[in-house]
């Protein structure tokens, strides 16, 4: 489904990537873990259209999407979660979910409640708390609105940058549980994580990635056991 080929990426004179290759199949979860700096939100970036690569090229069912802007890309499926939670904190839960539609060519107001339905059935709280603003939500309830949102797009492939960053350890359970049940439904996700552990726990394929290159690439079970892996990324994660 989405192919990306030797991609280069620069922020002026800084080399953000440098020659990355991934592929993510039809319903697949995969993940690209990695330490800071390493370049993982900027492969979404890229992806999603909000930055273009100096090299390199980005594929969707076979059709280059590389130089597309950021609403043709969602138009073609891919919706992107940004790291860090970005709601609207003065529109209300409602607004904001809806808001997700926008990148949609004129979706009729029966299937917006459906997908509102759908995205409630996901997360519960979200519907307890549909007319509250933004900035009401507890960081894990922003998590799931951002998530939630991302989901109103109705995405074949969606992209998630560090979901679990910052949240207590009940809530990072919460969150990699409904990263599995959107993708029992059939959308392909690609997930970015600093927490290599629960990532290739729920990830059937791994990238890691160090300072703009991949340097390991595997299935997710492959992946858990690897020495290098385990010294670098899961060492406490495991031994705890
Ligand atoms: P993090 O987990 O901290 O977000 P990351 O793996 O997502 O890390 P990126 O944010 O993609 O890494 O950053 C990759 C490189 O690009 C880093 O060296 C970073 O300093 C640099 N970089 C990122 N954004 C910018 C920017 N807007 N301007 C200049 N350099 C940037």
């Not at 199949?25 to 990695?34: D, P, Q, Y």
């Not at 090299?55 to 073609?76: A, C, S, W, Y």
């Not at 708390?129 to 009401?136: A, E, L, T, Y």
């Given at each position: 489904m989405l192919e990306v080929t030797s991609l280069t990426a620069s922020y002026g004179a800084?080399?953000?990537l440098k020659g990355i290759s991934l592929t993510v199949?039809?319903?697949?979860?995969?993940?690209?873990?990695?330490a800071n700096g390493a370049g993982k939100t900027t492969t979404l970036r890229t992806l999603s259209g909000l930055?273009?690569?100096?090299?390199?090229?980005?594929?969707?069912?076979?059709?280059?999407?590389?130089?597309?802007?950021?609403?043709?890309?969602?138009?073609?499926g891919v919706s992107h979660v940004p790291e860090g939670r970005r709601v609207f904190p003065g529109l209300t839960v409602m607004d904001n979910l809806q808001l997700g539609t926008v990148g949609r060519a004129r979706p009729g107001r029966q299937s917006i409640l459906d997908d509102l339905e759908r995205t409630f059935t996901l997360f519960p709280v979200l519907k307890e708390?549909?007319?509250?603003?933004?900035?009401?939500l507890s960081g894990g309830q922003q998590q799931m609105l951002a998530i939630g949102r991302g989901m109103?797009?109705?995405?074949?492939?969606?992209?998630?940058d560090e979901p679990s960053l910052g949240l207590a350890p009940v809530?990072?359970?919460q969150v990699f549980k409904t990263i599995r049940e959107i993708n029992a439904e059939g959308t392909a996700i690609l997930l970015v994580e600093q927490n290599a552990f629960m990532a290739l726990r729920t990830a059937s394929r791994g990238y890691v990635l160090e300072t703009g290159r991949i340097v390991l690439e595997d299935q997710a079970a492959t992946l858990l056991d690897d020495e290098r892996m385990r010294r670098a990324y899961l060492g406490a994660k495991i031994d705890a």
């Open positions: 800084v080399r953000a199949a039809e319903g697949e979860i995969v993940t690209l873990v990695g930055l273009h690569p100096s090299q390199g090229t980005i594929t969707l069912d076979g059709h280059r999407i590389d130089r597309m802007n950021p609403e043709k890309i969602v138009r073609l708390m549909q007319n509250r603003m933004g900035w009401m109103m797009a109705r995405p074949r492939l969606l992209l998630l809530l990072v359970q």
